[in-house]
């Protein structure tokens, strides 16, 4: 085993598309900012996303909400927003609805040891839906 703070973000696509074929990860478009995936936050400073997957049928996982943060995960004010801190925060949303819908990397957020190579489980884990689809 082992503990880790940290998993680049291109390992958790290559785990979602080998073993959640099918799978599709999106953001909710805001219905205020038409085009727009960026919502804004009830205090009226910063934003954040709407994130959802969708499986082979195109049936919908319910919203998870993900905050734009800077590099030290502190929210971002909207009027700073960069396209950058947009691409860098598309990647660490993946990553974490990934987490919210398949518990996949589940052990970065809660300090569990991760299994390692070689110790009869196996590393990639198959990706299942943690909460119920609703049909579209």
């Not at 703070?5 to 958790?12: E, G, L, M, S, T």
């Not at 696509?13 to 727009?36: C, M």
């Not at 993946?94 to 589940?106: D, E, I, M, P, V």
């Not at 196996?122 to 839906?129: A, G, I, V, W």
Request: glycine letters at 8%; aromatic letters at 12%; hydrophobic letters at 30%.
């Amino acid at each position: 085993g082992g503990k880790c703070d940290y998993v680049p973000w291109a390992k958790i696509r290559k785990i979602v598309n080998t073993q959640a074929t099918g799978w599709d990860f999106h953001f909710r478009q805001n219905p205020s900012k038409l085009g727009s995936v960026v919502w804004d936050a009830p205090d009226g400073e910063t934003a954040f996303f709407m994130c959802y997957w969708t499986d082979p049928k195109g049936r919908e996982t319910s919203d998870m909400p993900y905050t734009v943060m800077d590099y030290r995960n502190n929210p971002v004010k909207t009027g700073a927003l960069t396209s950058k801190a947009l691409s860098d925060n598309h990647r660490r949303a993946f990553c974490a609805s990934a987490c919210w819908t398949f518990n996949l990397g589940y052990q970065l957020y809660t300090g569990d040891d991760l299994i390692s190579e070689g110790d009869g489980h196996e590393t990639e884990p198959t990706p299942k839906p943690a909460s119920t689809q609703k049909e579209r």
